[in-house]
């Protein structure tokens, strides 16, 4: 798989239920971020967490890390029909300035 | 602030003809970055500058692609002759060293 390979693809979920998003990478990185995208739209930044933490919590969202897996996952609690975007996990690779995105989760939440 | 600054938000050009994409990037930030979107590949990164110099062009598909940033405030994406595969969206973004990046709105560009 890519660096930054969400999973799933598509997600498909009520509003009030929880959302979870997975992102796996091969390199060593310096921090991971997450990013959401409304159609049409830039994207905007949700979370950094760097390689020295294993969760991070922001509102409603909330990250982990796991270094040696390799891997991290987001958490959306409590959604709302609004939170309908596609989401991006992007990596700061070490010794590398430009970010490595991934090809998204197009997340939908039906009112 | 009002963000990143991009110009212009559509473009419709026919094939040969030359497209110039602009950005202005949030006051104080020192890296820029250019990214194409397309349904097919994703999110690319083309190209990014760190004070104003270009760092890494390895994403920039072909020599029709160029980009420069004369000065901190403002920087250029240019296609010259553009073809009907560069039709994409094209992000700017810019960020103060390590932190996170900040996006424009994109330039959706449609070459006829």
């Known amino acids: 798989s890519q660096q930054g390979e969400e999973d799933p693809q598509a997600l498909s979920i009520q509003e009030g239920e929880n959302a979870t998003m997975n992102c796996s990478y091969k390199?060593?990185?310096?921090?991971l971020q997450w990013y959401r995208q409304n159609s049409g739209r830039g994207l905007v930044h949700l979370i950094l967490i760097r390689s020295n933490e294993r969760e991070k919590h922001s509102g409603r969202l909330r990250v982990t890390l796991d270094t040696s897996k390799k891997s991290s996952s987001l958490l959306i609690t409590a959604s709302r029909a609004a939170d309908t975007a596609s989401y991006f996990c992007a990596t700061k690779d070490t010794g590398r300035r430009a970010l490595t995105f991934g090809s998204g989760t197009r997340l939908q939440v039906q009112p | 602030d009002a963000g990143v600054i991009q110009s212009p938000r559509h473009e419709v050009t026919e094939m040969g003809q030359e497209v110039t994409l602009r950005c202005k990037p949030i006051s104080g930030h020192n890296s820029l970055f250019w990214y194409r979107q397309t349904m097919m590949r994703g999110l690319e990164l083309l190209i990014y500058?760190?004070?104003?110099?270009?760092?890494?062009d390895s994403g920039m598909p072909e020599d029709r692609f160029s980009a420069k940033m004369p000065n901190a405030s403002f920087s250029t994406l240019k296609i010259q002759p553009s073809e009907p595969r560069d039709s994409a969206v094209y992000f700017c973004?810019?960020?103060?060293?390590?932190?996170?990046?900040?996006f424009g709105p994109g330039t959706r560009l449609t070459v006829t």
């Open positions: 973004a810019s960020r103060v060293e390590m932190d996170e990046q900040y």
């Open positions: 390199t060593s990185i310096n921090n």
């Open positions: 500058f760190n004070n104003n110099v270009p760092i890494d």
